[in-house]
């Protein structure tokens, strides 16, 4: 197809223009929706006038309404515009810079969505499809265990993903750790829930706290009801976590002002799993935990990391330096883009 493109681009290099102007201004739409033509045009940085014609036309294929409360897409708006988005990725050389991302990591895969997180929130809601689609592409048919992580972001991820359940797949989510003291909706056992719900799966709750004292775990680890579990987790073959900002996830997990300051002193940038890491990627603090450890994800063969924005590029290559070979990283152009302009720098 790109051949093809190019073949199109020496004989009418304006068309291509064109199509990027209006998917730009389609994707603006979806992630702003209902929005003004004024806040629009400033978004993308055009004048009313022109942004106006442009709408104007898109009004006419049926592909945006426009009310009061401003522009939004209709559902043909909305299918025109996905279809568009998998097009544009191909053509702006996002598989390219996909291959060169997961080099540069030296990991399995990487997979980058449009847009910039720490920009735009919507861009997060594109993960939990695009998460659902690895899935029921990777799965093998029978008993599939998924391990899942808490966090804001996996949140999102939860509330956009699709069936996966078939026939002959059954899929069971776990939260992959305990409760951390956060809100519930953000859980693991929350997440896992949804998750469950959305792909038409099952799940089954860690009702333990994830920081306990010696004596608690040991009392915890003979419980049956949490036995059972753990064994799922041991036992399970796919993995999907976020990766946080250190000082972030030290607070979410209400930690005291003197590990905060030990963590700064310390350097650490990236947490996951309970595991801080410094910019180097070195481990310079771990929480006592129940429920899964960094080394437990070597032989999982499944392993979904998910982050984006910008401001997470050095946090996403903290982890990553410890992370196995099969992960695949989910991330937008805001941390991709960044990540590699470093390597030129």
Known sequence: MLHDLEMIERIAPDMMQVVESRYRVLRNIYWMQPVGRRTLAQKINVSERTLRTETDFLKQLNLINSNKSGMSLTAEGLQVYEGLEKFMAEYSGTRVKERELSNKLGIARCIIVAGDSDQEKKVLEKFGPIVSDLLANKLPDGENTIAVMGGTTMGTVA???????TPNRHV????????????????????????????????????VPE?????????????????????LIENANGVIHSIGDALHMAERRGMSEEDM??????????????YFFNEQGEVVH??????????????????????????????IEAYIKNAPEQTWLLTDEGAANQILKEETL
């Open 159 to 165: 509330e956009n993903m699709e069936k996966l359940a």
């Open 172 to 207: 069971l989510f776990v939260p992959a750790r305990g409760g951390v003291g956060e809100t519930v909706q953000i859980q693991a056992n929350s997440i896992s829930g949804v998750m469950a719900e959305k792909t038409s799966g099952d799940f089954k709750p860690l009702y």
């Open 211 to 231: 920081q306990v004292s010696p004596e608690t775990y040991e009392y915890l680890l003979h419980e049956p009801s949490v036995q059972s579990v753990l064994k």
């Open 261 to 274: 300051k030990m963590l700064e002193e310390k350097k650490a940038i990236a947490e996951s799993f309970g």
């Open 286 to 315: 771990k929480i006592p935990r129940i429920g899964l450890q960094l080394k437990d994800l070597q032989h999982i063969p499944y392993v979904i990391a998910i982050a984006g924005g910008k401001s997470k590029a050095k946090v």
